[in-house]
T-cell receptor, first 114, second 112 residues
Framework: DADVTQTPRNRITKTGKRIMLECSQT?????MYWYRQDPGLGLRLIYY???????NKGEISDGYSVSRQAQAKFSLSLESAIPNQTALYFC?????????????FGPGTRLTVL | EDQVTQSPEALRLQEGESSSLNCSYT??????LFWYRQDPGKGPEFLFT???AGEEKEKERLKATLTKKESFLHITAPKPEDSATYLC?????????????FGKGTTLSVSS
């Protein structure tokens, strides 16, 4: 089984709808991240969490919110989806005991907002 | 400003034609330089971490090297299955243990 899983893998929605993307991990890592990837812009950080009680905004957090339900679960919500949020979304994890912060990525969720 | 820049954006090679990908960074007090491979529609897959200038790491046909200003990913005698986008990344200088700053990647195509 994959260490980092994301659901759904693909989602098509309409402008204004609320969407939740979910991430689960079995690596036992404390740190979890949400990135989005757009052609020509690379990977950009949305939110990150060091533990259940520690959530931080990343580079592009506007229009998004997150919830860390447990050490192993980190959800990303789009409260009112808009077309420019169409992108590939990745969850990642890392181990706080590793000084150099090697990150492990899930398979991604392809989101299309019409 | 902390930045990670990769070049070229795209590289086409013939099978067996060796080459190098470049990653330059402007992160003070570098705490690791990471290389990832990403196949279309999939998540980045970790390849290497380099910690200090002069360090080298190898995996099959790939060798990563690090200087004080840049890193290179050398691909020796590539095969079509090496075709992918290669990403480099580094943690920002002023945020210990946080997320990574990624370059935009180099898309490698190897034809037989």
């Amino acid at each position: 089984d994959a260490d980092v899983t994301q659901t759904p893998r693909n989602r098509i929605t309409k402008t204004g709808k609320r969407i939740m993307l979910e991430c689960s991990q079995t690596k036992g890592h404390d740190r979890m991240y949400w990135y989005r990837q757009d052609p020509g812009l690379g990977l950009r950080l949305i939110y990150y969490s060091f533990d259940v009680k520690d959530i931080n905004k990343g580079e592009i957090s506007d229009g998004y919110s997150v919830s860390r339900q447990a050490q192993a679960k980190f959800s990303l919500s789009l409260e009112s989806a808009i077309p420019n949020q169409t992108a590939l979304y990745f969850c990642a994890t890392s181990d706080q005991r590793e000084t150099y912060n090697e990150q492990f990525f899930g398979p991604g969720t392809r989101l299309t907002v019409l | 400003e902390d930045q990670v820049t990769q070049s070229p954006e795209a590289l086409r090679l013939q099978e067996g034609e060796s080459s190098s990908l470049n990653c330059s960074y402007t992160v003070s007090g570098l705490r690791g330089l990471f290389w990832y491979r990403q196949d279309p529609g999939k998540g980045p897959e970790f390849l290497f971490t380099l910690y200090s200038a002069g360090e080298e790491k190898e995996k099959e046909r790939l060798k990563a090297t690090l200087t004080k200003k840049e890193s290179f990913l050398h691909i020796t005698a590539p095969k079509p299955e090496d075709s992918a986008t290669y990403l480099c990344a580094a943690p920002p200088a002023n945020q210990a243990g946080t997320a990574l700053i990624f370059g935009k990647g180099t898309t490698l195509s190897v034809s037989s």
